[in-house]
Protein backbone atom coordinates (compact mmCIF):
# COMPACT_ATOMS: atom_id res chain seq x y z
CA UNK A 1 0.00 0.00 0.00
CA UNK A 2 1.39 3.01 -1.60
CA UNK A 3 2.31 5.80 1.68
CA UNK A 4 1.32 9.13 2.27
CA UNK A 5 2.63 11.59 -0.45
CA UNK A 6 3.50 15.41 -0.18
CA UNK A 7 4.51 17.56 -3.25
CA UNK A 8 6.32 19.68 -3.83
CA UNK A 9 9.04 18.43 -1.21
CA UNK A 10 11.00 21.86 -1.36
CA UNK A 11 9.95 25.20 -2.11
CA UNK A 12 11.43 28.89 -1.78
CA UNK A 13 9.79 31.57 -2.17
CA UNK A 14 9.44 35.05 -1.68
CA UNK A 15 7.53 37.79 0.79
CA UNK A 16 3.84 38.46 0.02
CA UNK A 17 3.51 35.28 -2.58
CA UNK A 18 1.43 32.77 -2.18
CA UNK A 19 1.85 28.73 -2.00
CA UNK A 20 0.00 25.99 -2.24
CA UNK A 21 1.05 21.95 -0.87
CA UNK A 22 -0.56 18.74 -1.93
CA UNK A 23 -1.17 16.00 -0.05
CA UNK A 24 -2.84 12.63 -1.43
CA UNK A 25 -3.09 10.12 1.45
CA UNK A 26 -3.40 6.26 1.70
CA UNK A 27 -5.85 5.01 -0.44
CA UNK A 28 -8.75 4.01 1.44
CA UNK A 29 -8.23 7.49 4.37
CA UNK A 30 -10.65 9.80 4.23
CA UNK A 31 -9.14 11.84 7.07
CA UNK A 32 -6.45 14.25 6.49
CA UNK A 33 -4.60 16.68 9.12
CA UNK A 34 -1.96 19.48 8.08
CA UNK A 35 0.69 20.37 10.40
CA UNK A 36 3.70 23.05 10.64
CA UNK A 37 6.68 22.64 12.06
CA UNK A 38 9.52 24.72 13.30
CA UNK A 39 12.27 24.32 15.49
CA UNK A 40 11.03 26.45 17.81
CA UNK A 41 7.57 25.92 18.17
CA UNK A 42 7.63 21.90 17.08
CA UNK A 43 4.64 20.23 15.34
CA UNK A 44 0.99 22.54 15.77
CA UNK A 45 -1.75 21.72 14.39
CA UNK A 46 -3.26 23.63 11.69
CA UNK A 47 -6.19 21.83 10.43
CA UNK A 48 -8.19 18.60 9.85
CA UNK A 49 -10.55 17.54 6.57
CA UNK A 50 -12.44 14.45 6.13
CA UNK A 51 -15.08 13.66 3.39
CA UNK A 52 -14.10 17.25 1.92
CA UNK A 53 -14.97 18.78 5.18
CA UNK A 54 -13.03 21.01 7.36
CA UNK A 55 -13.19 18.86 10.72
CA UNK A 56 -11.37 21.03 13.19
CA UNK A 57 -9.00 23.84 13.03
CA UNK A 58 -6.41 25.41 15.11
CA UNK A 59 -4.92 28.27 15.58
CA UNK A 60 -3.31 30.00 12.71
CA UNK A 61 -4.41 33.41 10.93
CA UNK A 62 -6.69 32.93 7.69
CA UNK A 63 -3.78 33.16 5.29
CA UNK A 64 -3.84 29.57 5.48
CA UNK A 65 -6.77 27.64 4.10
CA UNK A 66 -7.14 24.22 3.13
CA UNK A 67 -9.47 22.09 0.64
CA UNK A 68 -9.79 18.41 0.20
CA UNK A 69 -11.58 16.84 -3.22
CA UNK A 70 -13.45 13.89 -3.61
CA UNK A 71 -10.94 11.78 -3.59
CA UNK A 72 -9.53 12.48 -0.50
CA UNK A 73 -6.45 14.22 -1.67
CA UNK A 74 -5.76 17.52 0.05
CA UNK A 75 -4.34 20.97 -0.37
CA UNK A 76 -3.30 23.49 1.53
CA UNK A 77 -2.74 27.23 1.05
CA UNK A 78 -0.58 30.29 2.15
CA UNK A 79 -1.19 33.65 1.32
CA UNK A 80 1.02 36.63 1.67
CA UNK A 81 3.62 34.58 3.01
CA UNK A 82 5.63 36.28 5.76
CA UNK A 83 9.44 34.84 6.66
CA UNK A 84 8.07 33.86 9.84
CA UNK A 85 6.14 31.21 8.01
CA UNK A 86 9.50 29.25 7.00
CA UNK A 87 8.89 25.44 8.32
CA UNK A 88 8.18 22.09 7.35
CA UNK A 89 4.93 21.39 6.66
CA UNK A 90 3.45 18.01 7.13
CA UNK A 91 0.14 15.86 6.30
CA UNK A 92 -0.65 12.71 8.00
CA UNK A 93 -3.85 10.74 6.84
CA UNK A 94 -6.27 8.42 8.75
CA UNK A 95 -9.06 6.21 8.16
CA UNK A 96 -11.24 7.91 9.76
CA UNK A 97 -9.98 11.09 11.74
CA UNK A 98 -7.84 11.97 15.28
CA UNK A 99 -8.48 9.22 17.36
CA UNK A 100 -7.14 6.54 14.55
CA UNK A 101 -3.71 5.97 13.63
CA UNK A 102 -2.35 8.56 11.58
CA UNK A 103 0.66 8.10 9.57
CA UNK A 104 3.02 11.34 8.05
CA UNK A 105 3.56 12.23 4.76
CA UNK A 106 7.75 13.22 4.49
CA UNK A 107 7.09 16.83 4.56
CA UNK A 108 7.22 19.88 2.01
CA UNK A 109 9.88 22.19 3.37
CA UNK A 110 8.96 26.02 2.46
CA UNK A 111 11.19 28.84 2.88
CA UNK A 112 10.25 32.01 2.86
CA UNK A 113 13.39 34.78 1.73
CA UNK B 1 -3.79 24.82 30.15
CA UNK B 2 -3.53 22.17 27.95
CA UNK B 3 0.28 21.24 27.37
CA UNK B 4 3.15 18.13 27.16
CA UNK B 5 6.56 18.57 28.19
CA UNK B 6 8.79 16.35 27.52
CA UNK B 7 12.58 15.88 28.89
CA UNK B 8 15.62 15.68 28.13
CA UNK B 9 15.67 18.33 25.53
CA UNK B 10 18.66 16.31 24.06
CA UNK B 11 20.54 12.94 24.79
CA UNK B 12 23.83 11.58 23.64
CA UNK B 13 24.39 8.10 24.48
CA UNK B 14 26.40 5.27 23.19
CA UNK B 15 25.86 2.70 20.93
CA UNK B 16 24.61 -0.58 22.93
CA UNK B 17 23.33 1.41 25.92
CA UNK B 18 19.28 1.88 27.03
CA UNK B 19 17.75 5.21 27.68
CA UNK B 20 14.45 6.67 29.33
CA UNK B 21 12.70 9.65 27.65
CA UNK B 22 9.98 11.32 29.83
CA UNK B 23 6.65 13.17 28.84
CA UNK B 24 4.44 15.03 31.09
CA UNK B 25 1.02 15.96 29.99
CA UNK B 26 -1.76 18.08 30.96
CA UNK B 27 -4.82 16.64 28.76
CA UNK B 28 -8.03 16.91 30.39
CA UNK B 29 -10.16 14.71 29.61
CA UNK B 30 -7.11 12.72 28.31
CA UNK B 31 -8.20 10.25 24.93
CA UNK B 32 -4.65 8.41 24.56
CA UNK B 33 -1.14 9.19 24.33
CA UNK B 34 1.12 8.80 21.04
CA UNK B 35 4.91 8.03 20.99
CA UNK B 36 6.21 8.96 17.79
CA UNK B 37 9.86 8.93 15.62
CA UNK B 38 10.82 11.03 13.39
CA UNK B 39 14.40 11.12 11.56
CA UNK B 40 15.64 14.18 10.55
CA UNK B 41 13.82 15.61 7.35
CA UNK B 42 11.18 13.09 7.65
CA UNK B 43 7.84 12.86 8.94
CA UNK B 44 6.96 11.47 12.21
CA UNK B 45 6.29 7.85 12.43
CA UNK B 46 4.03 6.20 15.19
CA UNK B 47 5.86 3.76 17.57
CA UNK B 48 2.84 3.29 20.34
CA UNK B 49 -0.13 4.64 21.33
CA UNK B 50 -2.29 3.99 24.62
CA UNK B 51 -5.15 4.63 26.07
CA UNK B 52 -5.91 5.59 29.67
CA UNK B 53 -6.12 1.96 30.77
CA UNK B 54 -2.97 0.64 29.22
CA UNK B 55 0.00 0.85 31.29
CA UNK B 56 2.76 -0.68 29.48
CA UNK B 57 3.20 -1.31 25.43
CA UNK B 58 6.20 -2.72 23.94
CA UNK B 59 7.30 -2.41 20.05
CA UNK B 60 10.38 -4.36 19.40
CA UNK B 61 13.13 -2.09 21.54
CA UNK B 62 10.86 0.58 22.50
CA UNK B 63 8.44 0.48 25.90
CA UNK B 64 6.55 3.07 26.63
CA UNK B 65 4.84 3.36 30.15
CA UNK B 66 1.75 5.46 31.44
CA UNK B 67 0.70 6.32 34.45
CA UNK B 68 -2.61 8.27 34.04
CA UNK B 69 -2.81 9.08 37.58
CA UNK B 70 0.40 11.56 37.81
CA UNK B 71 0.10 12.01 33.98
CA UNK B 72 3.68 11.06 32.98
CA UNK B 73 4.95 8.53 30.30
CA UNK B 74 8.25 7.22 29.53
CA UNK B 75 9.60 5.34 26.17
CA UNK B 76 12.19 2.99 27.07
CA UNK B 77 14.97 1.95 24.29
CA UNK B 78 16.76 -1.15 24.67
CA UNK B 79 20.15 -1.53 23.24
CA UNK B 80 20.39 1.59 21.76
CA UNK B 81 21.26 1.31 17.48
CA UNK B 82 22.92 4.06 15.32
CA UNK B 83 19.60 3.94 13.78
CA UNK B 84 17.54 5.46 16.91
CA UNK B 85 19.28 8.98 16.61
CA UNK B 86 16.21 10.71 16.04
CA UNK B 87 13.93 13.10 18.07
CA UNK B 88 11.22 11.09 19.69
CA UNK B 89 7.42 13.37 20.01
CA UNK B 90 4.50 12.55 22.58
CA UNK B 91 1.33 13.13 21.70
CA UNK B 92 -1.60 13.55 24.06
CA UNK B 93 -5.21 13.57 22.60
CA UNK B 94 -8.11 14.84 24.90
CA UNK B 95 -11.36 15.15 23.50
CA UNK B 96 -11.39 15.32 19.95
CA UNK B 97 -10.36 18.88 19.11
CA UNK B 98 -7.06 18.68 21.28
CA UNK B 99 -4.05 17.28 20.22
CA UNK B 100 -1.21 18.55 21.92
CA UNK B 101 2.43 17.79 20.67
CA UNK B 102 5.39 18.14 22.94
CA UNK B 103 8.38 19.47 21.89
CA UNK B 104 10.61 16.23 21.39
CA UNK B 105 13.85 14.37 22.39
CA UNK B 106 16.77 14.93 19.81
CA UNK B 107 18.33 11.44 20.94
CA UNK B 108 21.81 10.82 18.98
CA UNK B 109 23.17 7.52 19.47
CA UNK B 110 26.91 7.58 18.85
CA UNK B 111 29.37 5.09 18.35
Known amino acids: KAGVTQTPRYLIKTRGQQVTLSCSPI?????VSWYQQTPGQGLQFLFE???????NKGNFPGRFSGRQFSNSRSEMNVSTLELGDSALYLC????????????FGPGTRLTVT | KNQVEQSPQSLIILEGKNCTLQ??????????LRWYKQDTGRGPVSLTI?????NTKSNGRYTATLDADTKQSSLHITASQLSDSASYIC??????????FGPGTSLSVIP
Open chain 2, 91 to 100: VARGSYDKVI
Open chain 2, 50 to 54: MTFSE
Open chain 1, 27 to 31: SGHRS
Open chain 1, 92 to 103: ASSFAGATYEQY
Open chain 1, 49 to 55: YFSETQR
Open chain 2, 23 to 32: CNYTVSPFSN
